[in-house]
């Protein structure tokens, strides 16, 4: 399975921005998928996930509220809207495709995503 995220960029506080991710590969469509981001100095986190049949999932404390996570099955391509977004959201940005959506087996490049404030 392999995944290319794509999207991110440079944005004002506030402003929002929409991640996409494309997975290719035989079984890629029945996996769950994630995004995941890490910050300079910190540790990986989960964001959100989204099972092959569109059930979600959602960290506690960063997405919650103001990110979207989607799935077009057919286009093979997992979505992450963020509204809303702060400076503290600044981080590489990581999509990945498993069995289950907070271990993934597979991970995509990573995507920079830079909030001025």
């Known amino acids: 399975v392999q995944l290319q995220a794509c999207g991110g960029g440079l944005v004002q506080a506030g402003g929002s921005l929409r991640l996409s991710c494309a997975g290719s590969g035989r079984t890629s469509r029945m996996y769950a998928m994630s995004w995941f981001r890490q910050a300079p100095g910190r540790e990986r986190e989960f964001l959100a996930g989204i099972t092959w049949n569109g059930g979600t999932t959602y960290s506690t404390d960063s997405a919650k509220g103001r990110f979207s996570i989607s799935r077009d099955n057919a286009k093979n391509t997992v979505y992450l809207q963020m509204n809303g977004l702060k400076s503290e959201d600044t981080a590489v940005y990581y999509c990945?495709?498993?069995?289950?959506?907070?271990?993934?087996?597979?991970w995509g490049q990573g995507t920079q995503v830079t909030v001025s404030s």
């Open positions: 990945a495709a498993g069995i289950h959506t907070q271990e993934p087996n597979y």
